[in-house]
């Protein structure tokens, strides 16, 4: 399309002016190429994981053992200019008695899924000029993530994160607003394929003392899935109220508020989205409730987030990757503890139909996280869901009980 052939020029022709200002700037005293260059700085993510899930349905448990390995390189500024190239890589060790998804191996469909597919590819790469804080321009293959990644992550829980090809304007508009653009030509998720789009990212923020508000639009027109397409408009409020004698306590605060209606291909509907959440922090211990209702339009369609970092919504255990069409009422409770190096927490999630009556299940979480050291984390969780369902609906997820683990080790530079 017009828009896709626009993208790919202007990324060829920055990176293009880019290699020819550098040619330029070599026999200039002031900088030079190999300065460009040496001033950058090394990529590294390592991560070791052990997965365990055993799921109804299935008579084999999952288990999947994998590391995963991302080396790139981002160069240093030159009058605005930078660039970054990533690799990255997932092996199995030892395990790989699990169903991986997608093209990628292990394909063992007699066992639960475990979203880590088995291959090597380029995971970003792109040409960026001007400044974050100020104006910035960059395209090509990137990581983005928007908020709370509710509606755009990276899917960071998984080996392979997710990115997009694409054109993003991102810049300040006075002193207390930021503005960000993008226009999406394809999705790159965690199964190692990539979906075409022509979808426009619009995030506005505005910066007070209390808090920020944010106003978005997401408009979701995919080349070959209609019934992903979507528009979603909306607000979202985060506060905080600092109490104590010294202030040292805190009580942080979401409303969000938004709806989502058809758009480009996909089915006339219309889907309301809301989540409140309130969070005391006090002493290094943290507690609080959250509502979130994905809705339904009368049972006949939902709201879904296919570029969200589902994992972190709606249990770890992830039987809500698609929201029913009944839609989906989750209050959940987090009870934790963190200081220093290591972070202790629970959540309880209780879910409900948003359209009719009736419960889908509940679900405990809970987690370990260790930072013995600045570029090195430990961890392990698990999650147990159990479904409400009297028979385990194939494909349906949320039907299904499910017990996961998880152990992991990861380092970073």
């Known amino acids: 399309m017009n828009i ?4 790919a020029a202007i990324t060829t022709g920055a990176t293009g002016l880019v290699l020819s200002m550098s040619v330029v700037v070599a026999d200039d005293d002031s900088a030079s190429f190999d300065e460009w260059v040496s001033n950058g700085v090394p990529l590294l993510n390592v991560r070791y994981r052990y997965e365990f899930v055993d799921e109804e349905t299935f008579v084999n448990d999952a288990k999947a053992s994998t590391i ?13 200019w930078q660039v970054l190239v990533e690799l990255e890589d997932t092996h199995a060790i030892h395990e790989t008695d699990y169903n991986g998804l997608g093209p990628n191996p292990p394909n063992k469909p007699t066992f639960p899924v475990v979203a880590d597919p088995l291959f090597s590819q380029l995971n970003r790469v792109w040409v960026a000029w001007g400044d974050p804080k100020r104006f910035l321009v960059k395209g090509g293959r990137m990581r983005v993530k ?8 990276n ?3 998984r080996q392979n994160e997710q990115t997009f090809d694409a054109l993003t304007v991102q810049g300040v508009a006075g002193e207390n607003f930021d503005l960000f653009f993008s226009y999406f030509l394809d999705q790159n998720n965690v199964l190692g394929t990539s979906n075409g789009m022509d979808t426009p990212i619009l995030n506005a923020r505005w910066n007070t003392s209390y808090g920020h508000l944010v106003g978005y639009g997401y408009l979701l027109d995919y080349s070959n899935s209609a019934l992903l397409d979507s528009q979603t408009w909306g607000l979202r409020w985060v506060g905080k109220w600092q109490f104590g004698r010294e202030k040292q306590n805190r009580f942080d605060y979401t409303i ?5 209606s058809d758009y480009a291909d996909s089915s006339n509907f219309s889907a309301d989205y809301s989540h409140l959440k309130g969070v005391f922090n006090f002493s290094g211990f943290f507690a609080g409730l959250g509502y979130e209702v994905l809705g339904s339009d009368n049972g006949n369609a939902s709201l879904q987030t296919p570029l969200a970092t589902l994992h972190a919504f709606n249990g770890w255990a992830d039987r ?9 009422n989750d209050s959940y409770f987090t009870l934790g503890y963190g200081k220093g190096m290591w972070k202790l927490w629970g959540v309880w999630h209780d879910f409900d139909r948003d359209h009719g009556s009736g419960s889908y299940g509940n679900e405990f979480d ?3 996280t260790i930072k013995p050291w600045k570029r090195w984390t430990f ?16 494909g349906v997820l949320s039907s299904r009980g499910a017990k996961k683990w998880w152990l992991w080790a990861g380092f970073a530079l």
């Not at 896709?4 to 993208?7: A, F, S, T």
């Not at 995963?68 to 605005?80: A, C, D, I, M, P």
């Not at 969000?256 to 989502?260: F, G, I, K, R, S």
């Open 4 to 7: 896709r052939r626009l993208l």
């Open 68 to 80: 995963r390995t991302r080396v790139g390189y981002k160069t240093g500024k030159w009058s605005g």
């Open 146 to 153: 928007l908020d709370n990644d509710r509606f755009v992550g």
């Open 155 to 157: 899917v960071g829980w």
């Open 256 to 260: 969000e508020l938004a709806n989502q």
């Open 320 to 328: 809500f990757l698609v929201n029913p069409a009944d839609g989906l």
């Open 366 to 368: 809970i987690a370990l």
């Open 379 to 394: 961890g392990t969780k698990y999650a147990d869901y159990n479904s409400d369902a009297l028979f385990p609906i194939p």
